[in-house]
Antibody
Framework: QVVESGGGVVRPGGSLRLSCAASGFTFSNFGMNWVRQAPGKGLEWISYIETSSSPTYYADSVKGRFTISRDNAKKSVYLQMDSLRDEDTAVYYC???????????WGQGTVVTVSS | EIVLIQSPATLSLSPGERATLSCRPSQTLRNHISWYQQKPGQAPRLLIYDASNRATGTPARFSGSGSGTDFTLTISSLEPEDFAVYYCQQRSNWPLWTFGQGTKVEIK
């Protein structure tokens, strides 16, 4: 399973760091992603990190503002979110990559609210 | 940029009925598509991967089919716990992973 933490309320322009702790599988063997869901909206993939921390990929909506990283020794993946905007308000899910394109393990999500 | 069009937006059916959900990518890519179920207040759950393979724990009443630009998720006989929102997802060159806008299966 994976468990996210670190969400909260932050003002526009602020920063937040999300964490995702994995257990029950060999973490270092899997690529990991962050997916978000704005209130009442659909799912949006935002970032991926390979097993060895490189390469990393970002959706255009967060490129240059968010940074994904991982620590295989701690079985954790992180999302550093800077220059936050109102439209970043969402539930953020940590997910495990499976096969070519599926995400087979999802956390319960952590809520990020960007508001003045 | 690839877009996944799901239809219908809402499907109103009764328990025991058959549900047929469509997902049409705007481009022909590999025959890899995934389907997820999301219930209110819960995280999505992987149901189908590689267009037709059931994920661990997915009941046999769920099946996936299709290729190219036409994919289908079928629920052969709706159980009360199947009323939820369903998303399709595909990987492309960019953006790497795209989700459809979702189909809500509601109780008629």
């Amino acid at each position: 399973q994976v468990v996210e933490s670190g969400g909260g309320v932050v003002r526009p322009g602020g920063s937040l760091r999300l964490s995702c702790a994995a257990s029950g599988f060999t973490f270092s063997n899997f690529g990991m992603n962050w997916v978000r869901q704005a209130p009442g909206k659909g799912l949006e993939w935002i970032s991926y990190i390979e097993t060895s921390s490189s390469p990393t990929y970002y959706a255009d909506s967060v490129k240059g503002r968010f940074t994904i990283s991982r620590d295989n020794a701690k079985k954790s993946v992180y999302l550093q979110m800077d220059s936050l905007r109102d439209e970043d308000t969402a539930v953020y899910y940590c997910t495990r990559s499976f096969g070519y394109d599926a995400f087979d393990i999802w956390g319960q999500g952590t809520v990020v609210t960007v508001s003045s | 940029e690839i877009v996944l069009i799901q239809s219908p937006a809402t499907l109103s059916l009764s328990p025991g009925e058959r549900a047929t959900l469509s997902c049409r990518p705007s481009q022909t890519l590999r025959n890899h598509i995934s389907w997820y179920q999301q219930k209110p207040g819960q995280a999505p759950r992987l149901l189908i991967y590689d267009a037709s393979n059931r994920a661990t724990g997915t009941p046999a009443r769920f099946s996936g089919s299709g290729s190219g630009t036409d994919f289908t998720l079928t629920i052969s006989s709706l159980e009360p716990e199947d009323f939820a929102v369903y998303y399709c997802q595909q990987r492309s060159n960019w953006p790497l992973w795209t989700f459809g806008q979702g189909t809500k299966v509601e109780i008629k």
